[in-house]
């Protein structure tokens, strides 16, 4: 048997402002984010976000070759996830980067994991 991966987003929006109902996922799944600029694209957005579910679901100790190939086999997930032609804005209207240490602008989603029958 392997995992069945299921991303759901959750919210946008910096991490301070986040909602304590959507926070509370947190404790029932993982959460993953990726950061949005108004002139992110949809491909750079989508390998990013895989890049991180790929991270969370299977640590970060995996060799370079081993990480690309699950962001791969992950891709139907995350164009689900980061939805756009590649060459597509993500979100024009994000906010742009913060200065110095200022909070990221972020698309969240939960991460469940469940056994699936093969």
């Not at 069945?4 to 993953?32: C, F, H, N, Y």
């Not at 990013?48 to 970060?60: K, M, N, P």
């Not at 209207?93 to 240490?101: C, E, F, G, K, R």
Request: aromatic fraction near 6%; charge should be positive.
């Amino acid at each position: 048997m392997h995992k069945q991966i299921a991303l759901t987003p959750l919210w946008k929006g910096a991490a301070s402002t986040m909602p304590t109902d959507v926070l509370a996922r947190g404790k029932e799944a993982a959460l993953v984010s990726v950061s949005i600029v108004p002139c992110d694209r949809v491909w750079s957005a989508r390998e990013r976000l895989a890049e991180e579910l790929v991270r969370v679901c299977y640590g970060s100790d995996l060799p370079e070759h081993n990480r690309s190939a699950l962001a791969c086999m992950m891709r139907i997930l995350v164009e689900q996830a980061v939805p756009g032609l590649p060459g597509q804005h993500v979100q024009r209207n994000a906010p742009p980067p913060p200065l110095y240490d200022g909070e990221w602008y972020r698309h969240w989603f939960a991460v469940t994991r469940k056994e699936a029958r093969t």
